[in-house]
């Protein structure tokens, strides 16, 4: 008997130390796992915030088709009758600055190509949005991406060059213009998303025109810097804004041309995202509004926008 306490004792004690030791090893494989840095999604919702892109890109074989509308201001201080006016519109909603139709495809997770078409200045445009980096919860605190954007007008040429004194050769060239962007952006919490986005912006062509206040010329080319941000309210309800400011002294203290601010609210149902905010751009894609937003804040002339955006996989 004593024998055979002896054994079922060393039996115990065999098996409790196997289960421990596989507890151990258990616990170290989780810990592990746990501690692996792991990727951020869905720092944005959808690929804009208001007007400013974002760091996001279309799903691999998947397809995100947007209807973006402009409407007109709500108020214009200009006017010698603005609360007339406003009323007369219907406070911006019985005039349209720009539609936009647009195609964006994921040719994989990380690269998307899209197309696009504005009323305004009957511009068409491709663009081209590459994810370089992810950003994670281990050593790399950002997400970067790099987006570039061809325009094209098809306006009448009388259009094009209304206002100039022309002495020289109509040319295609002259309907071209370029915009080139670096993404910056980080999701600092599941709450707020935060990005900052350095620019270029390049039109082949343009009017010659001086700042009335300091004397400078506009020019061809110049650097933008833009701001944008996401702050999560509700579940499917979020407050979004972005800002663009143009560097070039054309832009400073003119009161022609004005940087574009928008703010607004997202909302997420289902399949679709709204986009729905107020600025005073007065156009849809980088290619119009970075250079020729030519309204502003302070004297009412905001206009209403959206954006409904629908992804389908292919």
């Given at each position: ?120 200045n009957r ?13 994670n919860t ?19 040429t009388a ?156």
């Open positions: 008997m004593k024998k055979l306490n002896l054994l079922f004792c060393a039996a115990f004690l065999s098996v409790s130390a196997s289960v421990l030791a596989q507890e151990d090893l258990l616990s170290l494989v989780e810990d592990s796992a746990a501690s692996a840095p792991r990727l951020v999604y869905a720092t944005f919702k959808t690929v804009r915030i208001c007007n400013a892109q974002t760091i996001e890109t279309v799903k691999k074989n998947h397809l995100d088709f947007r209807i973006a509308h402009r409407f007109g201001n709500i108020y214009n201080a200009d006017l010698d009758n603005a609360i007339n006016n406003t009323f007369q519109t219907f406070f911006g909603f019985g005039e349209v600055s720009d539609v936009r139709f647009s195609l964006d495809y994921g040719i994989t997770d990380n690269i998307t190509v899209g197309i696009g078409r504005n009323s305004a511009l068409l445009d491709g663009s081209f949005k590459w994810k370089i980096l992810k950003q281990g050593n790399m605190p950002i997400s970067l991406a790099f987006f570039s954007s061809l325009g094209y007008t098809h306006d009448h259009n094009i060059y209304s206002g100039v004194v022309k002495d020289f050769e109509t040319s295609e060239l002259h309907r071209f213009n370029y915009f080139n962007q670096i993404i910056i952006a980080s999701k600092i919490n599941e709450w707020l998303s935060l990005e900052i986005l350095p620019s270029y912006m390049h039109r082949n062509f343009i009017k010659e025109s001086y700042n009335p206040n300091n004397g400078a010329a506009d020019q061809n080319g110049f650097f933008t810097i833009g701001f944008g941000g996401r702050i999560k309210m509700t579940k499917r309800v979020s407050f979004i804004g972005d800002f663009y400011y143009n560097t070039a002294k054309y832009y400073i203290n003119n009161n022609k041309v004005y940087n574009p601010l928008a703010l607004g609210f997202e909302i997420e149902t289902g399949g679709h995202v709204f986009s729905l905010f107020f600025t005073n751009a007065n156009y849809l894609v980088e290619n119009n509004y970075i250079p020729e937003t030519t309204d502003t804040w302070r004297k009412g002339q905001v206009k209403f926008g959206f954006t409904i955006s629908r992804t389908f996989a292919l």
